[in-house]
């Protein structure tokens, strides 16, 4: 699968395979963008593009190096991800240890530290000194979601590459050679919000109907929203996606308080349940279901009080 086969992304791409033919590559790159949008798969392009022994410029999928790259058992590519949601130094000290070799098979080390927001500090030092003083030979693709928690000296010394949200198209292509059917992919677009990870995160628990059943409950008043709540809390495979479909419902209700159109709405298939529920609501009581839910949010996981927080976000 050559660059021309992913989806998206073609001025990321454009870049890359001009660097790659001018042979001007820097030592590190950072590839920026939400999750689940194709980062990892053009970083490794990019990888089995340094190293392929078919096509110039660009990567065969066929040829040795880039099976050895596809199956992870490239000696010269290293790919480093989170262990426990947390990249450690110890890893970084790991990966320095294998670039002081020249590439044994490859034209190029290559390193890709994929989701390398989640550096702690000791590990971010540490990789610092590799970004500082860069082995000859090796590339390093740095692929973090967000860049708030990363150091600065870190960012300075990396060419940035952002990557934008899938459209529609995309992720409905991508979503075909999945096998789905056009039916359930465009059900499955307005969550997606651009990113195949979340298609097909929604997909696999079902969530376009429960979601639907979600909206329902809302208007059954006070026994059917604790009940909801209830349930919502104790089901932790749904509960991130339900916290934030709410927040859309709110936000959804808040856009039809301002008077604007239904063409604005998030969940404009669900316009007649929201319209329901806008006739029995205040803006400020809104605005402060989306406080609550907010704070539940950044504290979702093994929270004990989550049922509570629920119960106070769906009753008043
Ligand atoms: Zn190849």
């Known amino acids: 699968m050559p660059f021309d086969e992913i989806r998206g992304h073609s001025r990321q791409v454009r870049i890359l395979k001009s660097m790659l033919a001018s042979g001007q590559l820097p030592h590190a790159f950072l590839f920026t963008g939400i999750e689940g949008i194709g980062k990892r798969t053009v970083a490794t392009g990019f990888v089995k593009a340094l190293n392929c022994l078919t096509l110039p410029d660009d990567f065969c999928g066929q040829c040795l190096q880039c099976s050895k790259i596809d199956k992870q058992v490239h000696p010269d590519v290293m790919i480093v991800e989170p262990e426990k949601n947390v990249l450690k130094i110890e890893q970084m000290r790991a990966l320095q240890q294998e670039i002081i070799y020249k590439p044994l098979e490859g034209k190029k080390k290559a390193v890709i530290i994929d989701a390398a927001e989640k550096m702690n500090a000791q590990a971010a030092n540490c990789l610092l000194k590799t970004l500082e003083e860069p082995p000859e030979d090796t590339v390093l693709v740095l692929i973090a979601h967000s860049v708030s928690d990363m150091l600065p000296t870190v960012l300075s010394r990396c060419q940035r590459l952002h990557f934008s949200p899938l459209c529609d198209d995309d992720i409905s292509s991508l979503l075909a050679r999945q096998g789905m059917d056009a ?107 989306i406080k609550k839910l907010r704070r539940l949010q950044s504290g979702a996981a093994f929270n004990p009080d989550m049922q509570l927080g629920l119960e106070a976000v769906l009753l008043y």
């Open 183 to 289: 039916q359930q992919t465009g059900r499955l677009l307005p969550l997606a919000q651009g990113s195949l990870q979340r298609a097909i995160m929604f997909a696999g628990c079902d969530f376009v109907s429960r979601r639907e059943k979600i909206a329902e409950r809302l208007g059954q008043g006070a026994g059917a929203a604790l009940k909801l709540a209830d349930d919502l809390a104790r089901d932790d495979e749904v509960l991130p996606m339900a916290l934030e479909f709410l927040e859309s419902w709110y936000r959804d209700l808040l856009v039809l308080l301002e008077g604007a159109s239904d063409a604005r709405l998030y969940n404009a298939d669900l316009a007649d349940d929201l319209a329901h529920a806008a006739a029995g609501a205040t803006r400020d009581s809104v605005i402060e279901k």
